[in-house]
Nanobody
Framework: QVQLVESGGGTVQAGGSLRLSCAAS????????MAWFRQAPGKEREFVAT????????IYADSVKGRFTISRDNAKNTVYLQMNSLKPEDTAVYYC??????????????WGQGTQVTVSS
């Protein structure tokens, strides 16, 4: 069992930056791929980024490529999402997930409760 707790959300102006963190409980964190998804009001949940167990392989959604960076620290059981050059369309609840490596929700077994990111224009 893995429990995930996100933090670092907030309100920022367009062009600004935020760093999200996701702290995981359990001794098996390093065996899971980790991902970030987001869901805007009235929209379906969408994939943002994923990182494999070692941190050596990442995948990004086209909409965030070049602006967002996913990373992990297995010693701290934490995954991060550095978000730069934020746009109003990045406004959403951001969810952390743990599971198998992939860009789909069904790849992941454990989910956090989400953290709100609001980008004002």
């Amino acid at each position: 069992q893995v429990q995930l707790v996100e933090s670092g959300g907030g309100t920022v102006q367009a062009g600004g930056s935020l760093r999200l963190s996701c702290a995981a409980s359990g001794r098996t964190f390093s065996s899971y791929a980790m991902a970030w998804f987001r869901q805007a009001p009235g929209k379906e949940r969408e994939f943002v980024a994923t990182i494999n167990w070692s941190g050596g392989t990442t995948i990004y959604a086209d909409s965030v490529k070049g602006r967002f960076t996913i990373s992990r620290d297995n010693a701290k059981n934490t995954v991060y999402l550095q978000m730069n050059s934020l746009k109003p369309e990045d406004t959403a609840v951001y969810y952390c997930a743990a599971g198998a490596f992939g860009a789909y929700g069904y790849n992941y077994y454990y989910w956090g409760q989400g953290t709100q990111v609001t980008v004002s224009s």
